[in-house]
């Protein structure tokens, strides 16, 4: 099993630039979620999915768009990126509500450096 | 202040202490979720706890509901428990977490 498969795990990109993050997973996990990780500061949530075909803001969602257009991806999408998103991206997914409570599996992260 | 306080923010230990890492935290919660990250590393989930007292192998975590307050404890600490714990508290209605900011261990041989 792979479990969350991030895509790509280095980019480096230049002011302005767009680019998308791919999460996948093969759990067949109805929730997935987008963070971010910075020196000093908790993950915090950008934003995240309770099913195919929906979306929702987080803590941080400004400047990041998202879609789960299949249960298995969540695509995370940069439209002109800043410095300021230069981070490490984690994507995590979880079985969902019906589950109850369950850990949630994570990603191996991707580092995206915006010059 | 922030929703889940972590202390130490930093630990070194000697391989063979007993290691404690303490979360408070300030909301409501459904569980409480300790993670550990390895430098460079991704995230693994070592233990979700609503109640009592879960061991796993070294690791033994902790909670109490009613003072808001999780400790995990780390016997026979070894130089591969170096790593960053993280506390995460999960209020429950779309399983979205809420982190501490991590306490970075280091065990010496």
């Known amino acids: 099993n792979a479990g969350v498969t991030q895509t790509p795990k280095f980019r480096v990109l230049k002011t302005g630039q767009s680019m998308t993050l791919l999460c996948a997973q093969d759990m067949n996990h109805e929730y997935m979620y987008w963070y971010r990780q910075d020196p000093g500061m908790g993950l915090r949530l950008i934003h995240y999915?309770?099913?195919?075909?929906?979306?929702a803001k987080g803590e941080v969602p400004d400047g990041y768009n998202v879609s789960r257009l299949k249960k298995q991806n969540f695509l995370l999408g940069l439209e002109s990126a800043a410095p300021s998103q230069t981070s490490v991206y984690f994507c995590?997914?979880?079985?969902?509500?019906?589950?109850?409570?369950?850990?949630?599996?994570f990603g191996d992260g991707t580092r995206l450096s915006i010059l | 202040k922030n929703e889940v306080e972590q202390s130490p923010q930093n630990l070194t230990a000697q391989e063979g202490e007993f290691i404690t890492i303490n979360c408070s935290y300030s909301v409501g919660i459904s569980a409480l979720h300790w993670l550990q990250q390895h430098p460079g590393g991704g995230i693994v989930s070592l233990f979700m706890l609503s109640s009592g007292k879960k061991k796993h192998g070294r690791l033994i975590a902790t909670i109490n509901i009613q003072e808001k307050h999780s400790s995990l404890h780390i016997t026979a600490s070894h130089p591969r428990d170096s790593a960053v714990y993280i506390c995460a508290v999960d209020g429950g209605a779309t399983n979205k977490l809420i982190f501490g900011t991590g306490t970075l261990l280091a065990v010496q041989p």
């Open positions: 995590a997914s979880s079985p969902g509500q019906g589950a109850g409570n369950q850990p949630q599996h």
């Open positions: 999915s309770v099913g195919e075909g929906t979306t």
